[in-house]
């Protein structure tokens, strides 16, 4: 049968209603074909927040071009969110001020090219803005 922790009526395998936290543990979403689930949208720059936590790559079936993101939907004032690239095949690259997304300093875009390259985020108002970066080149 269906597990629900916090509904009655749990509408698959397990559903939860509400925040899911974990202590010392991590955590992988895959789809029905084994597949990790991304949030990325290559064509449209954007994803959309779901969890503190989203790997980041190229949309499948596109095999040439390098994600370029410009925008976070989503999003309560205090929330923390890490982007983490998921992979070395592609290039995730973090665009400054161009969408919603404000990276520190002068540096500029934030290019993403190892899977364990890391930049978090705390949201306010309607903006993204950087508190950290991990560049593991």
Same mark, same amino acid.
């Given at each position: 049968?269906?597990?629900?922790?916090?509904?009655?009526?749990?509408?698959?395998? @397990? /559903?939860? /209603?509400?925040?899911? &936290?974990?202590?010392? $543990? =991590? @955590?992988?979403?895959?789809?029905?074909?084994?597949?990790?689930?991304?949030? $990325?949208?290559?064509? /449209? +720059?954007?994803?959309?927040?779901? *969890?503190?936590? *989203?790997?980041?790559?190229? =949309?499948?079936?596109?095999?040439?071009?390098?994600?370029? @993101?410009?925008?976070?939907?989503?999003?309560?004032?205090?929330?923390? #969110?890490? #982007?983490?690239?998921? &992979? =070395? %095949?592609?290039?995730?690259?973090?665009?400054?001020?161009?969408?919603? @997304?404000? #990276? $520190?300093?002068?540096?500029? %875009?934030?290019?993403?090219?190892? +899977?364990?390259?890391?930049?978090?985020?705390?949201? &306010?108002?309607? #903006?993204?803005?950087?508190?950290?970066?991990? %560049? =593991?080149?």
């Amino acid at each position: 049968g269906d597990v629900g922790i916090g509904t009655s009526s749990p509408a698959s395998k @397990l /559903e939860v /209603e509400g925040v899911i &936290s974990s202590s010392g $543990a =991590n @955590l992988t979403m895959k789809d029905n074909s084994g597949n990790n689930i991304t949030s $990325a949208s290559q064509s /449209e +720059g954007k994803i959309t927040v779901t *969890h503190n936590y *989203h790997q980041v790559t190229h =949309n499948a079936g596109d095999d040439t071009n390098d994600v370029r @993101l410009h925008t976070i939907d989503g999003g309560v004032d205090g929330a923390i #969110l890490v #982007l983490k690239q998921q &992979s =070395n %095949d592609k290039f995730v690259k973090i665009m400054d001020g161009t969408g919603n @997304l404000r #990276l $520190a300093g002068s540096s500029g %875009d934030f290019q993403m090219t190892t +899977g364990n390259d890391t930049i978090t985020f705390i949201y &306010s108002g309607s #903006l993204w803005f950087e508190i950290s970066r991990s %560049d =593991n080149a």
